[in-house]
């Protein structure tokens, strides 16, 4: 038996668990971060279109500041976030810009005068003062105020996973590669580390370490059309779910994006439509502003895709062999603009589909549909990270529900919220490892690894009649079709019923191949029953979710009920015995918020069920603020006293910018 001792443990390679681990090894921590794959080869990497930060730098910037982020987060989230969370996150955003400037992150940086743009599909000029020369720049995304989101081409997410990477690496942190957590070691309700499988060896091995943090992204591979690269299929929260303890939170509400290209699904960045690209149909005609005329193609995520599936099913999708779809125009930004700061979507046009989008006309569209591309919900988290009813154990990222985006996120907001927590929480994880020891007997760590050793000699042994694969392709196709982007109780019904048959049948499994190493098949046996377990939490919590909000629409109760559903829904795997998750809920305080419930600025009017707290809970805000201005208080006092926060004294000092914004 192998046993490593840790001072911190840290779970996913990707951008949250990096810069976690960098806080770490700061406070003098011996830091461990085991990664499915090298850590430059992270799907953070994949994230083209930008970071979320209120810099104020540009022209189509100025006069942004935290509160306007603030503002279009919580929108964003059609009220379903932890605003505490959202105040955190949007003060933060901007120091981590410049910290990971001051790593190496290459920004695209404004150039003073005069310089061409296309906004709403027209041609327009912009200028940029000379005193914002050289400073951080910024582009249009959906669902935002201002022009907020910072880039590098689009590659945002490369550089910046290089940057944080190199940065970890320069601190000395041991990143261990080709490793997965295959269970959590517990006792009682305290965790003191995992049960580590080396992917190239096959053997197992205990990492104890006074404090554990799960950062291993999202679940977006429980879909058969997802962005999500492979690694993406949701076993860092099933480690926490299988606990039996842990609860994961609102893991119905799964964001599905507008523009992956038809039909690889690689994702085609929101910057394409940021920088002036529009959507449009069969005839060529620009349909957005006929849904949606003010914000039209930057409208919230969930709301352009939902625009675009109802636009197909009125007959104005184009054919194709892999089923209708719409078109992406970014000619009309020009050749130059897409060959400076689009360069990687037109080599994915390219290299996939055969076109250069820089071409002008019809042969310079790129075919696009909705996909599942991120998931809001996660493994529930205060606001520190802590993993709720289970000590020991922290969670950052994609893989947590701290609660940043509740039931959608806006672009940009995904990366940026990344390094964010991966600061805060880091930060917090790190003062628990710190100030906590793990005591814990070497027989309770041995009966750990037994218990896995002896679950995959079982597999290996099993000589069922189920074929893993066959399981795994059909729960894909369910998630697709009957938990997608318009749900219905019949279908979700259905959805739940066929997911707990697959679960049950995951148990009888036949493994051909009988190597505990270098076995794909294997691999899958002991993942899929983890991802149907996911599956079950996302279809149950939808079924039982009887309303619409954010990206969970429900066509059989499309209007957002904030009287009986303000709440975040939690799901428990009790026992190793139940084949379906334990539903509970954890409700939201109005008379607590900075932002009451109110109409999200989407559609018409009206479409809400309104909590009656929501009228009470602005009165009080609007006449605190009120009294406040006529004392003379500036923006930031009457945020804090309308809603105090807690963050670490240094994250939440005053932002800096352009003429003191």
């Given at each position: 038996m192998k046993v490593n001792y840790v001072d911190?443990?840290?779970?996913?390679?990707?951008?949250?668990?990096?810069?976690?681990?960098?806080?770490?090894?700061?406070?003098?921590?011996?830091?461990?971060?085991?990664?499915?794959?090298?850590?430059?080869?992270?799907?953070?990497?994949?994230?083209?279109?930008?970071?979320?930060?209120?810099?104020?730098?540009?022209?189509?910037?100025?006069?942004?500041?935290?509160?306007?982020?603030?503002?279009?987060?919580?929108?964003?989230?059609?009220?379903?976030?932890?605003?505490?969370?959202?105040?955190?996150?949007?003060?933060?955003?901007?120091?981590?810009?410049?910290?990971?400037?001051?790593?190496?992150?290459?920004?695209?940086?404004?150039?003073?005068?005069?310089?061409?743009?296309?906004?709403?599909?027209?041609?327009?000029?912009?200028?940029?003062?000379?005193?914002?020369?050289?400073?951080?720049?910024?582009?249009?995304?959906?669902?935002?105020?201002?022009?907020?989101?910072?880039?590098?081409?689009?590659?945002?997410?490369?550089?910046?996973?290089?940057?944080?990477?190199?940065?970890?690496?320069?601190?000395?942190?041991?990143?261990?590669?080709?490793?997965?957590?295959?269970?959590?070691?517990?006792?009682?309700?305290?965790?003191?580390?995992?049960?580590?499988?080396?992917?190239?060896?096959?053997?197992?091995?205990?990492?104890?370490?006074?404090?554990?943090?799960?950062?291993?992204?999202?679940?977006?591979?429980?879909?058969?059309?997802?962005?999500?690269?492979?690694?993406?299929?949701?076993?860092?929260?099933?480690?926490a779910l299988e606990t039996g303890i842990a609860a994961l939170g609102n893991m119905e509400a799964v964001q599905f994006h507008p523009t992956p290209i038809v039909p690889s699904g690689i994702l085609l960045t929101e910057g394409c439509r940021g920088d002036g690209g529009v959507l449009r149909d069969v005839d060529g005609h620009r349909f957005m502003p006929d849904y949606e005329p003010e914000k039209k193609e930057l409208a919230s995520r969930d709301v352009v895709s939902r625009r675009m599936i109802e636009h197909i099913r009125n007959g104005k999708g184009a054919k194709s062999p892999y089923g209708d779809h719409v078109w992406l125009d970014i000619s009309i930004l020009g050749r130059e603009h897409i060959e400076r700061n689009l360069r990687d979507v037109q080599e994915i046009c390219q290299i996939f589909n055969g076109i250069d989008p820089a071409d002008e006309g019809e042969k310079g569209w790129a075919p696009v549909r909705p996909m599942q591309h991120y998931s809001m919900g996660g493994i529930r988290t205060n606001y520190q990270g802590k993993v709720k009813f289970l000590e020991g154990l922290f969670s950052a990222g994609e893989a947590a529900c701290w609660d940043l985006h509740g039931f959608n996120r806006l672009g940009g907001n995904s990366v940026s919220e990344a390094v964010v927590s991966g600061m805060i929480i880091g930060g917090y994880f790190a003062d628990y490892c710190e100030a906590n020891n793990t005591e814990i007997k070497t027989e309770i760590i041995h009966q750990a690894i037994e218990k896995e050793d002896k679950y995959l000699d079982e597999l290996l042994a099993k000589e069922g009649s189920e074929d893993i694969f066959v399981i795994k392709n059909r729960m894909k196709a369910i998630m697709d079709e009957k938990v997608g982007i318009f749900r219905t109780g019949e279908l979700l019904a259905e959805a739940v019923t066929e997911l707990e048959e697959l679960y049950k049948k995951s148990r009888n499994v036949n493994v051909k191949a009988k190597a505990k190493y270098a076995n794909p098949e294997l691999d899958e046996a002991y993942r899929v029953p983890k991802m149907l377990k996911l599956a079950l939490c996302v279809a149950k919590g939808a079924l039982d979710r009887t309303e619409s909000r954010g990206a969970h629409y429900r066509e059989d109760f499309p209007k957002r009920d904030d009287a009986n559903w303000l709440k975040r829904t939690l799901t428990q795997w009790k026992s190793e015995s139940d084949t379906m998750p334990t539903v509970t809920y954890e409700e939201q305080d109005i008379m607590t918020m900075e932002m009451p419930p109110a109409f999200r600025g989407y559609g018409a009017k009206g479409n809400t069920i309104e909590h009656p707290d929501s009228a009470k809970r602005q009165q009080e805000v609007d006449e605190l603020r009120e009294k406040l201005e006529a004392e003379g208080k500036d923006r930031v006092a009457i945020q804090q006293a309308i809603m105090a926060y807690n963050l670490q004294p240094k994250y939440k000092a005053r932002n800096e910018r352009v003429g003191d914004k």
């Open positions: 911190s443990l840290v779970i996913g390679g990707g951008l949250a668990g990096l810069r976690a681990a960098v806080a770490s090894v700061e406070k003098g921590l011996s830091t461990t971060v085991i990664s499915l794959v090298p850590v430059k080869r992270s799907h953070s990497a994949a994230a083209q279109g930008g970071m979320q930060a209120s810099l104020g730098n540009s022209k189509m910037s100025e006069g942004d500041n935290e509160d306007l982020h603030f503002a279009d987060t919580v929108k964003g989230s059609d009220w379903g976030c932890d605003q505490d969370v959202a105040r955190m996150f949007v003060n933060t955003a901007p120091k981590a810009i410049r910290e990971l400037a001051s790593w190496g992150v290459p920004w695209t940086r404004i150039k003073k005068g005069p310089r061409d743009a296309v906004i709403n599909a027209k041609k327009t000029t912009i200028t940029e003062d000379e005193e914002v020369h050289g400073l951080i720049h910024s582009r249009d995304f959906g669902g935002t105020k201002k022009w907020r989101t910072c880039y590098t081409a689009d590659a945002t997410g490369h550089a910046m996973l290089f940057g944080v990477a190199n940065q970890a690496l320069m601190h000395d942190v041991d990143i261990q590669d080709r490793k997965e957590a295959v269970s959590l070691i517990i006792e009682g309700n305290r965790c003191h580390g995992a049960v580590i499988r080396d992917l190239v060896t096959g053997a197992l091995s205990a990492y104890v370490a006074k404090g554990t943090l799960i950062a291993t992204g999202g679940y977006g591979r429980l879909y058969q059309q997802t962005t999500n690269a492979v690694i993406c299929e949701g076993t860092g929260a099933a480690l």
